[in-house]
């Protein structure tokens, strides 16, 4: 194994060391390998997983796994029974984690709904079908610009299947809203 170079000083700010960001970018381009996530946060908070208590590992894994293609992280065996497995999604870094309820716990989950994004939205719909899968609202367009489809887990977990494109990290929502309320404020006014 290779012993690490000293990082030198940038030419273009000489006596300033090169962030911690920039220098995993640069590495990242060099070796063709995703940038670790904690050298790109620098000490801010990240969302690392969400944790989803169910009735079954194994049938919560196979439905993940087999019908939105996540790959196994790690999974945990408990008297050979599965009690724990943790994936991730088939792009990005996003992950998720199964985990055993106790037998009198409910998995109810009123009030949370998780997202997954796919650019191909309605073909992903159909692909879904055609395995037998029932899905409680087709794909649509919804008035904050998104297209969403929406089904369950086995344990009634809600899912929302959606593409947002361009529009995922922009206030489509609130710049509706604002001029709805421009558009009222003006007419009162007059009247």
Not at 16 to 38: H, V
Not at 61 to 80: H, N
Not at 85 to 94: E, S
Request: charged share 30%; net charge positive; aromatic share 10%.
């Amino acid at each position: 194994m290779k012993k690490p170079k000293a990082r030198k000083i940038s030419a273009k700010n000489p006596g300033e060391r090169r962030s911690a960001k920039t220098l995993a970018a640069k590495r990242t381009r060099r070796t063709g390998t995703k940038a670790s996530i904690t050298s790109d946060t620098a000490g801010k908070l990240t969302f690392n997983h969400a944790m989803i208590y169910v009735k079954d590992v194994e049938r919560g894994f196979r439905f993940y796994r087999d019908l939105l293609g996540f790959k196994l992280i790690e999974d945990f065996r408990y008297e050979g029974t599965p009690v724990y497995a943790r994936m991730r999604a088939p792009g990005g870094d996003g992950t998720i984690a199964l985990h055993q309820a106790g037998p009198d716990v409910s998995v109810s989950s009123n009030g949370v709904r998780l997202y997954f994004e796919v650019r191909d939205l309605d073909g992903f719909c159909r692909e879904l079908q055609q395995k037998g899968f029932y899905i409680t609202q087709l794909p649509r367009m919804m008035p904050w610009g998104w297209r969403h489809a929406y089904l369950n887990d086995p344990d009634g977990h809600e899912i929302s299947l959606y593409w947002a494109g361009e529009n995922r990290m922009k206030k489509t929502v609130m710049k509706a809203a604002q001029k709805l309320a421009d558009i009222g404020r003006k007419s009162s006014e007059v009247g």
